[in-house]
Every structure is written in structure tokens, then in C-alpha cells.
């Protein structure tokens, strides 16, 4: 049975991941902040194990690490993120704001990735999948959204150094874009539906071997230019 960890695992497309993996098989081992909206993932019973975890948090993810101990993780999912100040301009960039989305979309990924990379080597798939964004994309980069934009160029950075670093342990670690979802950070506007997204990442997870690591690619399988 593999065992895959989820982080921001309470909705959207974490929580649908938890569905899927737990209907494949596998043991779920899904992180919330509050424990008082988990229960989509409590009605998954002892498929999933529910984690109190905030991943900004040393502390929090430190206990989390520590309670895995050696467990292996074979798929790990960096899905946790925020989205601050939709349409952001120059003009309207706030640093307070720049700083936290990159205390969560960066900056927490990465710690996650520090703290548990020995268990996902320790494992039989050891892959590692970052939810990323095209909008992290600096060679699609358009204007606004400077925020946002920052935070997911700067952890696709990390995970291509990342890749290179596991490689010769055999751990795949890529970057993907699930698309335009919705989600409560897409909007009921947006072009796919959480099924449809998570549909088409779960063939790219499926499909991914080491000969992928340090990749940034689309919920259709395709390649995206970093």
C-alpha cells in the first residue's frame, strides 16, 4: 500500500486528491489547519490519517515529521497556497502581502520538501509533486499578479534545485499546473472543475519517473517552458 502525503488536504483539489488516493488504495496522510473542517476527509475513514498542520510553521511541520518517523511517503503533494490581492498591479503591490504569499506558496513548500524528503527516499514511487502555477512561468510571464506570480517562479527554482540534489537517490520531485480551477482561489469562473483538473494530474503523477524529475508540466501531460 503506498502511503502519499497531502497538504492543504481540507478542499478543492487536495481534498480531491485524498478521494482518488484513497479510493485507489492508498493511505492517506492529509494535513489541515483546522480540524474543524475536515470532515470530507473524516468520511474517508481509515484510509486517511488527518494532521493537524500548519505549514508555515516549523514547529507544526517539525511534529508532523516526527510523528511520521520513518513511515515511507510515497507521493508527496505540496498542495497547500493563497492567493492575495487578485489583479494586483505595480501600483497596488503590497509588501505585507508580497511577504506572506511567499511565506506559503514558497517558503512552506520548501520546508515540507526539508522535513520529509528522507521518508519519500525511503519509499518505493519516491516522488515528490509541487501544485504550481503557469503564472510562475517567467518565460509566459505577462504583467500584474506580481505577488503570486513571485511566489511560484521562486518554488519552481527550488524544485528544479531540488531535483538535481535527489537525483541520485532516485527521488522524482516536478512542478505542475492544475489549470485554471474551481476553486475558492480560482472562482466560480474559471475554466475546469476540480474533477477535470485533478483527472488529468493524477495521469501525469501516474506517468512520472525519474526521467521526469525537475519538470514543470501542464494537467494535460504537456511540457511548460520555465
Given at each position: 500500500m503506498n502511503n502519499v502525503l497531502i497538504t492543504g488536504a481540507g478542499r478543492g483539489i487536495g481534498l480531491e486528491f485524498a478521494r482518488r488516493f484513497a479510493a485507489a488504495g492508498a493511505h492517506v496522510h492529509a494535513t489541515v489547519r483546522d480540524l474543524a473542517k475536515a470532515d470530507a476527509l473524516r468520511a474517508l475513514g481509515a484510509s486517511a490519517t488527518i494532521h493537524t498542520c500548519d505549514v508555515t510553521s516549523d514547529a507544526h511541520v517539525g511534529a508532523?515529521?516526527?510523528?511520521?518517523?520513518?513511515?515511507?511517503?510515497?507521493?508527496?503533494?505540496?498542495?497547500?497556497?493563497?492567493?492575495?490581492?487578485r489583479g494586483e498591479t505595480f501600483d497596488t503591490l503590497d509588501v505585507a502581502g508580497l511577504e506572506e504569499t511567499l511565506r506559503v506558496n514558497t517558503v512552506a513548500p520548501v520546508r515540507v520538501m526539508q522535513a520529509l524528503a528522507g521518508n519519500v527516499a525511503r519509499s518505493q514511487r519516491k516522488l515528490i509533486v509541487n501544485i504550481s502555477s503557469r503564472m510562475g512561468s517567467?518565460?509566459?510571464?505577462?504583467?500584474?499578479?506580481?505577488?503570486?506570480?513571485?511566489?511560484?517562479?521562486?518554488?519552481?527554482?527550488a524544485v528544479k534545485v531540488l531535483a538535481n540534489d535527489l537525483k541520485a537517490?532516485?527521488?522524482?520531485?516536478?512542478?505542475?499546473h492544475p489549470g485554471w480551477v474551481q476553486t475558492d482561489m480560482g472562482g466560480?469562473?474559471?475554466?475546469?472543475?476540480?474533477?477535470?483538473?485533478?483527472?488529468?494530474l493524477m495521469k501525469v503523477i501516474d506517468k512520472a519517473g525519474i526521467r521526469d524529475t525537475g519538470s514543470f508540466i501542464n494537467h494535460d501531460g504537456s511540457r511548460i517552458p520555465w
Open positions: 508532523l515529521a516526527d510523528l511520521l518517523g520513518d513511515t515511507p511517503i510515497d507521493i508527496l503533494i505540496n498542495n497547500a497556497g493563497i492567493l492575495l490581492g517567467v518565460s509566459e510571464a505577462s504583467g500584474g499578479n506580481y505577488s503570486y506570480r513571485a511566489s511560484k517562479a521562486a518554488l519552481n527554482m537517490q532516485g527521488v522524482t520531485a516536478i512542478v505542475v466560480p469562473s474559471a475554466s475546469l472543475t476540480v474533477k477535470q483538473s485533478v483527472d488529468g
